[in-house]
Nanobody
Framework: QVQLVESGGGLVQAGGSLRLSCAAS????????MGWFRQAPGKEREFVAF????????YYADSVKGRFTISRDNAKGTVYLQMNSRKPEDTAVYYC???????????????WGQGTQVTVSS
């Protein structure tokens, strides 16, 4: 069992930066690959970024590539999402999630955080 808690959301102006954190409980964090997803009002949940359990490989959605960086600290049981050059279309609730598969599809993730709101003003 893994419990995930996101933090770091808030209001930021377009072009600004924000870092999200996702803290995992338990001692099994390093067994899971981690993903970040987001969901805007009226839209489906979409993949943002993914990092394998060792941290050695990362993947990004085309919409955030070059602007967002995913990283993890297995000793701290935490995964991060550094978001730079924010755009108004990045406004959404951001979720972290854990999976045992190398997969970007939300239904393949076993554990989810409660989400944190990120709003980008123009």
């Amino acid at each position: 069992q893994v419990q995930l808690v996101e933090s770091g959301g808030g209001l930021v102006q377009a072009g600004g930066s924000l870092r999200l954190s996702c803290a995992a409980s338990g001692r099994t964090f390093s067994r899971y690959h981690m993903g970040w997803f987001r969901q805007a009002p009226g839209k489906e949940r979409e993949f943002v970024a993914f990092i394998i359990k060792s941290g050695g490989s990362v993947y990004y959605a085309d919409s955030v590539k070059g602007r967002f960086t995913i990283s993890r600290d297995n000793a701290k049981g935490t995964v991060y999402l550094q978001m730079n050059s924010r755009k108004p279309e990045d406004t959404a609730v951001y979720y972290c999630a854990a999976t045992t598969l190398v997969d970007q599809r939300p239904h393949e993730y076993d554990y989810w955080g409660q989400g944190t709101q990120v709003t980008v003003s123009s």
